[in-house]
């Protein structure tokens, strides 16, 4: 086992000899046999290997095992973006008629995803604050109750979730927790090690850093029992793969083996190989990344905590944060770039701040090696009302600041010049 930012750059791919030192983009969608029979046992998992793109290829193979290992997962499995990989975490365990329980602090996408779309479906959710006790917390579950979904670290709210006080709940009731690691990534917090089943990934983020490749991941820690009775999709015949029993046939890899076979089968929401081979590209330099996009968010934070015409900043690195001690826990390294705070004089002084602006660019987008900053009740969380962006933790004053990894010095100059000009 090597140090994760050695696994970041090696894990995943072995060239044998004369083969490319890089991960090769394998640009095909089809992979030739020599007999039919051959090709019969890939399809009835009887042997490994690639056939058609869309349930699996070279080039993503590499880059799913090498999110594995930064995980420490079993398996993973990339998708076309981060939504389909929440979208599939969740629709691989639970269906219509049946129940998730979800945090507040989460994405507007994924907020949107669970009360909408999965409602849709026939999926209820229930929403929870993340600072509900443990003792509340198991009020909400019920009889149907398939899951238990966060966030790390939350999207724009920063939000630290308490990983081990939701895997605990999940596990007492006999259901996985699932969490979206998206902010911190695995260089800062590796959520199997608090009780975490399933990890899902927006890859558009940190993971490729460069603003190029929108992509999600799925990964699984191997480690829920999936014949606890709860799950008869694990235990019970898959007829529509020549009547598979996941939980006997792939053991710890059993979900993220359904994962493919089931959902990307059916629903075909497939990484492409260029954006894999992307991706691959940013996961080399995640590490040291990650590492610059901390130090300089901190620099920051404390800057804007000591400027005058700033009325809060939010930040899990500062002592100040609600959030240090659970960040100190389950992040000690650093948590993320991401820095979000309110200009005096609300929304129109916000406004103001952000035209003024010149280093840092208005983008729908964080975690990005560029500095970008973004308004969030005028754009991502707009289709919330008051009281759903209270219960996000969005306040109308919040700007959500992605810091870089320019020189601290250049982004403290910009953000100094704008708030002198409200
Ligand atoms: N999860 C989190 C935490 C996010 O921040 C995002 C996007 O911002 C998503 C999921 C959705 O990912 P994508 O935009 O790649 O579909």
């Given amino acids: 086992m090597y140090h994760i930012d050695t696994t970041c750059i090696h894990a995943g791919y072995e060239p044998g000899n004369g083969e490319p030192r890089v991960v090769p983009i394998v640009q095909s969608t089809t992979f030739k046999y020599a007999t039919s029979e051959e090709m019969g046992k890939l ?10 793109t869309r349930l699996a290829n070279p080039t993503l193979d590499a880059v799913e095992k090498k999110i594995a290992a930064l ?14 990989a929440n979208m599939m975490a969740v629709i691989n365990i639970c269906h219509a008629g049946q129940h998730v329980v979800c945090s507040t602090a989460i994405y507007g996408g994924t907020f949107n995803l669970f ?26 579950f019920q009889d149907n109750t398939r899951c238990v979904f966060v966030e790390t670290l939350s999207n724009p709210s920063l939000v630290v979730t308490d990983l081990e006080l939701f895997a605990k709940a999940a596990h007492e009731h006999g259901v996985p927790l699932i969490v979206d690691n998206t902010f911190p990534t695995p260089i800062n917090c590796r959520p199997f090690e608090f009780g975490a089943d399933i990890v899902t ?57 359904k994962a493919r076979t089931h959902l990307m089968r059916d629903m075909g929401a497939q990484a492409s190989p260029n954006n894999a081979f992307l991706l691959n590209l940013g996961l080399e ?5 990650m590492e610059r996009h901390c130090s300089n968010a901190l620099k920051i934070a404390q800057f804007l905590e000591n400027n005058e015409k700033t009325a809060w900043v939010n930040y899990p690195g500062l002592e100040s944060s609600p959030y240090y001690k659970l960040a100190q826990k389950y992040m000690p390294n650093g948590t993320c770039g991401v820095v979000s705070f309110g200009v005096k004089g609300g929304r129109k002084a916000a406004e103001k701040f952000m035209a003024g602006l010149k280093l840092a660019t208005i983008a729908t987008h964080v975690a990005d090696l560029r500095t970008c900053v973004l308004h969030p009740a005028s754009s991502t969380h707009r289709q ?17 600041l992605s810091v870089g990894i320019e020189n601290p010095d250049d982004i403290i100059e910009d953000l100094r010049q704008a708030l002198a000009q409200v």
């Fill in 43 to 52: 399809f009835d998992l009887e042997a490994d290997g690639f056939f058609y």
């Fill in 71 to 84: 995980e420490g997962g079993v398996g993973a499995m990339l998708t076309s973006s981060g939504q389909a």
């Fill in 115 to 140: 009360y909408k779309t999965l409602h849709e479906l026939g999926i209820e959710t229930t929403f929870v604050d993340p600072s509900i006790t443990a003792q509340e917390l198991a009020t909400k």
């Fill in 201 to 257: 990934h927006s890859t558009t983020k940190y993971m490729d850093g460069h603003a190029v490749q929108l992509g999600g991941v799925v990964v699984d820690s191997g480690n829920f029992d999936w014949k606890n009775g709860k799950f008869p999709e694990f235990t019970e015949p898959d007829e529509s793969y020549h009547g598979v029993v996941y939980a006997e046939r792939f053991g710890k890899a059993a979900y993220i083996t």
């Fill in 285 to 289: 330099t995640l590490a040291l990344r």
């Fill in 384 to 400: 919330m009302n008051d009281e759903q962006l209270k219960e996000a933790g969005v306040t109308p004053d919040l700007i959500r």
